[in-house]
């Protein structure tokens, strides 16, 4: 099996990677990735020897028609996209390039060569947010799309052009839509990351708003564990959830990091609100429980003491991306919220 996973050196991606290098030892597995500012090869170190790494844009097609003619993938998953909301906000043309028209290169390589499965990793980010004071409602596969910041719009085209090549072309596609995930290899510049982070270095920890908006937490492997099902055995055409009840406000989550850190509350700084920040994302898993088997093993009391750890084990990772042209980023992005 010639298995193409594209953005394998990001968050999911790596940790994708990890998971099917080490299941599936008789797999080809080739990894597509532009190396952007969240594209680390140090993800993919322990496994560099298992897979075959090519540097390539999703959305350049005659670099990705090459990689199709030589290497024949029978599947392929689609992490490669960029992926915070914060700069999207700040700058969206580029979420519109990879994520809508990086998703149409692909796929119409699949289409040209053939493939056994497309496999589109989206986010729960499609259906907009729900509100804080009605815990009953969640997120199915049947929640109309309404997204909110440029990512998630962006994120939301590439499904509808998913679902429009499977119903056009009968191209064999599954698109999962995930929760918010951690665990190892996070970037820093996301919540649970980046509060570690600063927590480790006495920094400020710079919480939007009230701290009061929720999302339901899926540690890394749940999700890697999830998406292998759906492409061995999820229905062409579908669309499944993937998340579960574990559901916190982010406050929550900064005061947790804060205990198992033994640091002080002190270090909490609330900061200007993002722009049309989604209040509540929690997912239905009904389907792919019921379809597939899957449920998440990890609850985040237990995956948050883990990820912690990792971080604690793994500072040179880390370290060296809170340097240089990260900072950079950092700085533009904090200096207008008032926390540095
Ligand atoms: P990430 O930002 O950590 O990694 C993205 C990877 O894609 C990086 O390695 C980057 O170099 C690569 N990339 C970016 N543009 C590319 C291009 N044009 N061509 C090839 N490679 C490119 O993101 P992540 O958190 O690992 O997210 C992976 C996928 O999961 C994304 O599609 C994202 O929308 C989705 N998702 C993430 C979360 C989450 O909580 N992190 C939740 C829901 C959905
Ligand atoms: P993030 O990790 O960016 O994921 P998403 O926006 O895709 O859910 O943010 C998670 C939540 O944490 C979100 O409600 C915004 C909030 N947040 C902060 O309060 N401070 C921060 O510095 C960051 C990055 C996020």
Not at 30 to 40: E, F, H, M, R, S
Not at 115 to 136: A, C, F, M, N, W
Not at 207 to 236: M, P, S, T
Request: hydrophobic content about 35%; some cysteine.
């Amino acid at each position: 099996m010639n298995l193409l996973i594209t953005g394998g050196a990001g968050f999911i991606g790596g940790n994708f990677t990890h998971y099917m290098v080490n299941k599936y030892p008789d797999y080809n597995i080739i990894v597509l990735d532009k190396l952007t500012y969240a594209g680390n090869l140090e993800t993919l170190e322990p496994v560099m020897n298992n897979i075959k790494f090519i540097k390539s844009d999703i959305a350049d097609r005659d670099a990705v028609y090459r990689l199709f003619e030589e290497e024949k993938p029978d599947i392929v998953v689609n992490f490669a996209a960029e992926s915070h909301v914060d700069r999207s906000i700040d700058d969206p043309e580029i979420f519109l390039i990879t994520n809508m028209l990086g998703t149409q290169v692909l796929m119409d390589a699949c289409r040209k060569y053939g493939i056994k499965r497309y496999h589109q990793v989206s986010t729960d980010e499609v259906y907009g947010d729900l509100p804080l004071d009605r815990p009953d409602l969640f997120f199915t596969e049947e929640t109309p799309i309404h997204t909110s910041s440029p990512y998630s719009a962006s994120k939301a085209s590439a499904d509808l052009l998913v679902q429009a090549y499977h119903r056009t072309y009968n191209l064999p596609v599954t698109i999962s839509r995930c929760s918010n995930n951690y665990g190892p290899y996070h970037f820093p510049e996301k919540l649970i990351p980046l509060m570690i982070a600063n927590a480790l270095n006495d920094k400020p920890l710079p919480v939007y708003g009230k701290g009061e908006n929720v999302r339901d937490w899926l540690y890394v492997e749940d999700h890697c564990k999830a998406i292998d099902l759906i492409i061995h055995k999820g229905r062409e055409g579908e669309v499944y959830n993937i998340g579960g009840h574990n559901e916190k406000t982010n406050i929550y989550i900064v005061k947790k990091i804060l205990e198992l850190l033994n640091k002080p509350e002190s270090l909490i700084t609330y900061v200007t609100d993002r722009k049309g920040h989604d209040l509540r994302y929690a997912i239905d898993p009904t389907k792919i429980h019921n379809e597939l088997g899957w449920e998440p093993e990890t609850k985040f009391d237990d995956g948050i003491v883990k990820t912690v750890e990792w971080y604690l084990a793994n500072k040179s990772w880390w370290e060296k991306i809170i340097s240089g042209e990260y900072m950079e980023y950092y700085k533009k992005m904090y200096i207008n919220r008032g926390s540095i």
